[in-house]
């Protein structure tokens, strides 16, 4: 009999939003395409209503409060709920902020694997209240006996310095791949090779600020393409929107079909700003897609990067002098390109990082 298996605490699949939801994406459909029995719980309007299967699938659409503090808390509350009268062999659990549900898991006798992610608590946009939250989550995660899981070194070694608890180094994957349909691009008025591209949520920790500050100050015809919002009302983001720079386009977050791929796989260069969320998917995924990527020099982006791709520092001027080096050096540019996609291929495709869960799986279960 199959092994029955629960995803809880993202926003659904397919993915329509972050790094959690592009995971229980991929790990979902190829875990079911391993024979296993997957469920994901799902916010009821990430998808049809009456939807109950993605790619031999199961979903289980949920309701949840739809405020910034409460829709993850309230949602996977009912995913809990749900999931206690169901006798699944194995439940991931996504987000340290769930791990008080992950505890009442493990009470009622599951086996749980927590992925913890980033040190949410160091993003701006929570007050003390979430901050205060999230560390008291990250203290639970570590003393409820549940298995963790890092999608960084830099995590699994916070988790050991802070806490004395070992945990599971998983990171996260990428895809594989070229340009299928570069015409998709010209719906957006850009030209292949003639923009830089930033795929990331519009929250202060993630800098782009920082990258619009220093493009402003290049001289190039090439545009800066950012892709990806917010979901909820940030004054950050609105003023990021008032720059004055023609060459600056934000899209907004892209969800149909295939775009994403062509605006990634059809850029000069991929620019990654991110600095407290462990390993990044959209920086593997730029990566995959054969960018050269020019990446904030933190713990998390340089164990991705190493030595295949620029890392600057977190001032403007250090970034500008990165971005002047690829416009001057377009042989580097390429080079740098294939390294990097050389670099996911051995250490971050989905398929080795799901026989990495599955093996993690197999030993809660046996136990």
């Known amino acids: 009999m199959a092994k029955k298996i629960a995803l809880i605490g993202t926003r659904g699949v397919p993915a329509r939003y972050g790094g959690f939801e592009t995971c229980a994406e991929e790990l979902s459909v190829r875990l079911s395409e391993n024979g296993y029995d997957v469920t994901v719980y799902c916010r009821n309007d990430n998808w049809e209503k009456d939807r109950k299967e993605y790619k031999k699938v199961h979903l289980v659409l949920l309701p949840y409060f739809h405020s910034k503090a409460l829709q993850t808390f309230s949602h996977t509350a009912l995913s809990t709920l749900h999931a206690l009268f169901r006798h699944y062999d194995a439940i991931i659990v996504f987000n340290v902020a769930n791990s008080i549900f992950a505890a009442k898991l493990l009470l009622f006798g599951n086996r749980v694997v927590i992925n913890v992610d980033g040190l949410e608590w160091k993003r701006k946009k929570w007050g003390f209240l979430g901050r205060s939250y999230f560390k008291f989550s990250e203290y639970i995660a570590s003393k409820i006996g549940a298995k963790i899981i890092s999608d960084s070194r830099g995590i699994q070694n916070y988790y050991l310095e802070k806490f004395k608890k070992e945990s599971h180094f998983i990171a996260y994957g990428a895809n594989i791949g070229k340009s299928i349909n570069p015409d998709i691009i010209s719906e957006y008025n850009l030209v292949k090779n003639e ?94 897609y054969g960018n050269c990527v020019l990446g904030l020099d933190v713990i998390y982006n340089r164990e991705v990067i190493e030595d295949n791709g620029l890392l600057y520092s977190k001032n403007a001027s250090d970034l500008k002098a990165k971005l002047d080096y690829t416009l001057e050096n377009p042989e580097k540019v390429k080079e740098f390109g294939e390294l990097a996609a050389k670099r996911i291929k051995s250490e971050y495709t989905w ?16 136990k």
């Open 195 to 288: 923009y830089f591209l930033v795929v990331s949520r519009l929250e202060p920790e993630n800098n782009a600020d920082l990258i619009i500050s220093a493009f402003e100050k290049i001289d190039s015809n090439n545009k800066l393409v950012i892709v990806g919002g917010t979901n909820y009302k940030s004054i950050f983001a609105e003023r990021l929107r008032r720059t004055k720079d023609p060459r600056i386009i934000f899209l907004g977050p892209v969800y149909k079909d295939g775009h994403l791929r062509e605006l990634y796989c059809n850029c000069y260069a991929y620019i990654h700003g991110n600095e407290v969320g462990g390993t990044n998917p959209a920086l593997l995924q730029a990566m995959g």
């Open 351 to 366: 398929d080795k990082i799901t026989r990495e869960y599955e093996a993690l799986l197999a030993e809660i279960i046996k």
